[in-house]
């Protein structure tokens, strides 16, 4: 990659909204921006159509890894930028196939310029012509080992490597913000990953219940919103509940079946608030329809009757090897598994009601004071900003 | 004291100090058991973990597919017996009879103790063994075949992604390879193959280091039956400093990989021009060998008395196997590529890392030249 200098970026479907269109593209270039702060050399220009990021000698293959979390860019490319000028093309385009070490090629070329004196035909065949002459490479127009792209614009022309896919959907943040609540399990970091593709900036809710649940459940939590930070326009605020008073108040009040129901109204509740100070519109699970037992129809909808802020559960109809296939894509699977005991597990029922109703759940809570509790599990609320992983100096 | 020169680093290699910087300082800092529940231990099962992660990474396996071991050596007995043993109604080996001492005794072991089955594979004179031997050899009671990327004596290179295909593909055996000469030297890719050794100390990082890559689907007994490290299947309380560091001294290693062959492949050259120069000198390595290695034979004079003399000068080289330098048996390895028992007996192998210059090699084959005319 060391011959290119700059990174060539195609808008993802953001292109299709005709007025939002601008506020798009300036959100994009912020989280462009966002996400590769730390190469400092870099510069930027925005196009109508294209954007470009000039290298000055950065490490391109690192910012390729950035840019493939980036939502809102349906893909891109390293170019190489040239003057658009018939040989000057021809002699770099030979050059970039000579030390491509491929054995196969296939021009691409665009013009965007209808001034320039050939079209995007003529200008395949010279420059395959000049590679056939010069090189032992041959054309292979279905599966090419290497692709050389040519793009003509007035004045400068981009050479191009292969495509590589961006990761589609609108820019983090565009469409604004929700709070997740963040298990640690496999199921919640798939539901940021879909919620941060639609373009929402996501905050997580965890619950914890110390010393039932270890500093290691509470790392591991922080860990896998450090990995979906990446999506996030490299950070996630992550808001940490001591859970243990009121998860104790509701065992002594409603005994073994409604427990799981109580717990998950509870965290709702806390949850709805915790959004509304924050400036979340909505709140949003990993639950995936049927999957444990608060996860019935029937339980969602006594869970979701004590709150009135919207809820998003984006992997409502997933199957889990959909999910699970999810979370090794987007790299979260292998710490999601790891042994921690979380609140729902540590007090594992043994019958939990699959078909609660909302009158009995509810003469339950009224068996214990739980505004006063959350009142207070609010007060005790402490929040983190994780960033994505750094190589930590030991390894 | 005289000037050494340091030939033999496919005997083990020198210690990067960044490794050590890292290792002394986890040591010093994270003693805690990492099994342990409070907040020290539970910090050391973290970096060992991330430092799986990162090896794993490397590799491109999953995490769990990482077990840390002692080195290549148990690693290798892991694999030959631990496989063997969880899969007891399939009772044959296919292996050959280049590979290091410790896939070579695990195999007699299974062999005489458990009266396995071995096929040994031919070796050919440029110290490979062919992927169509492989496959007439595969059985339906065929176990594991372990075949060496790299061989450590001659540095001839086994067509191992084609063995681990057709493995795959012609049988229910697991594929297994030794790469402890391979990796860092040359690109591995592991998609293919099931199990595969690598030991840290030749890598430039500690001795009592390495690791076992186990792909998910392999079933395996453990050796050291314990607790519950390593998933089960080693035994004993977590090396966790050693562990930790031999991610880093990986990564180390595969960011200098490019860089080395360049090096040693110019100092290679000159070698085998200066040697080639010499009358008698006869070269072992086949000409496509890795550029790491040079081995070669002067049948004049035995390796034992070459080796006491060049050490007696200031370099040190092996003349096989370090593991098996105590015995004064013609090299296996180049018995089985089909050399006479009196070249087998003569060799000296020269293995070579960034670290060494041009100058040394130029001294070196000063020295080689001196010795011929002095006691040829």
Not at chain 1, 29 to 50: P, T, V, W
Not at chain 1, 76 to 102: P, W, Y
Not at chain 2, 259 to 274: D, F, I, M, N, P
Not at chain 2, 280 to 307: C, R, T
Request: glycine share 6%.
């Amino acid at each position: 990659m060391a011959e290119y200098d700059t990174v060539l970026i195609r808008y993802g479907e953001l292109t299709t909204k005709g007025k939002n269109r601008k506020d798009f593209i300036r959100k994009l270039d912020q989280n462009i921006r966002g996400i590769l702060k730390d190469y400092g050399n870099l510069e930027y220009r925005r196009a109508y159509d294209r954007f470009y990021i000039k290298l000055n000698g950065e490490d391109a293959e690192g910012i390729c890894e950035k840019l493939k979390k980036v939502f809102g860019i349906s893909s891109f490319s390293f170019t190489e930028k040239v003057d658009s000028d018939l040989e000057t093309i021809t002699a770099r385009c030979v050059e970039l196939a000579k030390n491509s070490g491929r054995h196969t090629f296939k021009m691409i070329s665009r013009r965007h310029d209808k001034t320039f004196p050939m079209n995007s035909d003529s200008i395949n065949r010279h420059v395959a012509g000049a590679i056939l002459q010069n090189t032992n490479m041959k054309v292979d127009v279905h599966q090419p080992e290497l692709e050389i792209r040519v793009e003509v614009h007035s004045g400068d022309t981009y050479l191009m490597s292969e495509k590589i896919p961006g990761a589609g959907g609108y820019p983090s943040g565009i469409n604004g913000k929700v709070l997740l609540m963040l298990s640690g399990g496999i199921d919640s970091p798939v539901a940021a990953y879909e919620l941060m593709k639609r373009g929402l900036d996501v905050e997580a809710v965890h619950f914890a219940s110390p010393p039932y649940t270890s500093e290691n459940a509470k790392q591991k939590v922080l860990d896998l919103a450090s990995m979906m930070s990446e999506y996030n326009q490299g950070r996630m605020k992550v808001h940490m509940i001591n859970f243990t008073d009121i998860q104790l108040a509701i065992y002594k009040a409603a005994g073994d079946p409604y427990a799981v129901t109580l717990m998950r109204r509870m965290m709702v509740r806390l949850a709805q608030q915790i959004a509304e100070q924050n400036g979340c519109l909505a709140i949003a699970t990993g639950e995936s329809l049927g999957q444990v037992a608060s996860q019935t129809l029937e339980s969602i909808a006594c869970i979701n009757s004590v709150i009135s802020i919207p809820v998003l559960r984006p992997l409502i109809c997933m199957d889990k090897v959909e999910i699970i296939d999810l979370a090794r894509k987007i790299g979260t699977y292998e710490t999601s598994i790891l042994p921690y005991e979380d609140c729902c597990t540590i007090f594992d029922p043994k019958n939990p009601v699959t078909r609660p109703n909302n009158k009995k759940a509810s003469s339950f809570e009224a068996r214990f004071d739980y505004d006063r509790m959350i009142a207070e599990a609010l007060d005790q609320e402490e929040s983190v900003m994780v960033h994505p992983p750094v190589q930590e100096d030991y390894l | 004291m005289k000037r050494r020169v340091y030939l033999d680093h496919a005997g083990t290699t020198k210690p990067d100090p960044e490794v050590l910087k890292t290792y002394t300082a986890l040591l010093a800092d994270h003693y805690a058991n990492s099994e342990s529940l409070y907040d020290e231990g539970s910090e050391v099962h973290r970096m060992m973990e991330k430092a799986r992660s990162a090896a794993a990474g490397l590799l491109g396996v999953l995490p769990g597919e990482i077990l840390f071991t002692s080195g290549s050596c148990e690693a290798n007995s892991m694999a030959v017996k631990g496989v063997s043993f969880a899969c007891p109604d399939k009772r044959h080996i296919i292996t050959t009879p280049i590979e290091h001492s410790s896939i070579l005794s695990a195999c007699h072991q299974m062999e005489h103790l458990f009266h396995y089955d071995i096929t040994w594979l031919p070796v050919y004179e440029d110290g490979r063994v062919k992927a169509s031997d492989v496959r007439s050899a595969l059985r339906p009671d065929t176990v594991l075949v372990s075949v060496m990327h790299v061989n450590n004596e001659v540095g001839s290179v086994n067509p191992i992604q084609e063995i681990a295909e057709l493995v795959r593909k012609k049988s229910s055996a697991y594929f297994h390879s030794d790469l402890t000469q391979s990796i860092g030297k040359v690109p591995v890719d592991l998609k293919q193959i099931d199990l595969a050794s690598i030991s840290a100390h030749k890598l430039h990082g500690l001795k009592g280091s390495g690791i076992l890559v186990k792909k998910t689907h392999v079933p395996m007994e453990p050796l050291i039956s314990g607790g519950e490290q390593e998933f089960g299947l080693r035994g004993g309380t977590a090396n966790s400093a050693a562990d930790t560091v031999f991610a880093k001294t990986l990564r180390l290693a595969l960011e200098k990989q490019e860089a080395t062959w360049k090096h040693v492949s110019a100092l290679k050259q000159r070698l085998y021009e200066g040697l080639s120069e010499l009358e008698g000198i006869e070269f072992n390595s086949p000409k496509d060998a890795i550029p790491h290695v040079l081995n070669f034979s002067y049948e004049k004079i035995p390796s034992e008395v070459m080796q006491n003399e060049l050490n007696r000068r200031g370099f040190m080289v092996s003349a096989r196997s370090t593991c098996e330098s105590n015995s004064n048996n013609p090299s296996y390895v180049l018995t089985a590529m089909g050399f006479s028992e009196r070249r087998a007996s003569c060799s000296i192998r020269v293995s070579l890392s960034l670290e060494n210059t041009m100058e040394e090699i130029d001294l070196f084959i000063e020295a080689v030249k001196e010795m011929i005319t002095q006691y040829g």
